[in-house]
């Protein structure tokens, strides 16, 4: 008698439907929502819900379109190694709306970690990460680090976030993964 073949289920896939890999057009949507959004200065929720259409279940994009907004931030804002951006207070000065507790600090942290690793020119394994965090909201944690890094170059500036924003979206920014 044949034995029955076992088949391995990973959390963070389960129940993901077939959907084609994001497009470069996907890529620059995604980027383009997102900073259009933020220069109205909406709720941070209200943005998230504007966002979520384009987040297909079990996948980490657009998360990593956020992460290159912010690395793009970064860079605009002229954070470097002399002249680092400091983390330190970020999200309770940039992100004042929400607050992170436990593992949603703990996933925000590496969203902000990511984005900085990024514009330091080195490419984070996102999907081990995400896997691990067995949750799909990876997504949502590249966009919270996203709005802060915006907001915290805009501050660094001297610039208003709408500002920001149009400089940023002036730039094609980074493909599609």
């Not at 900073?35 to 079990?58: K, N, V, Y």
Request: glycine share 6%; aromatic share 10%.
């Amino acid at each position: 008698m044949p034995r029955a073949r076992r088949s391995v289920v990973l959390p963070y896939c389960r129940d993901m439907p077939v959907r084609k890999r994001a497009t470069p057009d996907d890529a620059v949507a995604a980027r383009q929502t997102l900073l259009d959004g933020l220069a109205r200065d909406p709720d941070i929720f209200e943005l998230l819900s504007e966002l979520a259409p384009l987040h297909p279940q079990g996948d980490t994009f657009p998360g990593e379109v956020f992460l290159y907004v912010a690395a793009d931030a970064l860079d605009w804002c002229g954070a470097s190694r002399a002249d680092p951006l400091p983390l330190e207070g970020l999200c309770e000065r940039f992100l004042p709306e929400r607050t992170f507790r436990g593992r949603q600090n703990t996933k925000l942290q590496y969203a902000v970690l990511a984005a900085a690793a990024l514009h330091g020119g080195t490419e984070p394994d996102l999907l081990a990460e995400a896997a691990w965090w067995q949750a799909d909201d990876f997504w949502q944690y590249a966009l919270f680090a996203a709005v802060a890094y915006v907001r915290a170059a805009a501050s660094r500036a001297g610039v208003p976030v709408r500002q920001a924003c149009e400089h940023l979206a002036g730039h094609p920014g980074h493909p599609a993964p």
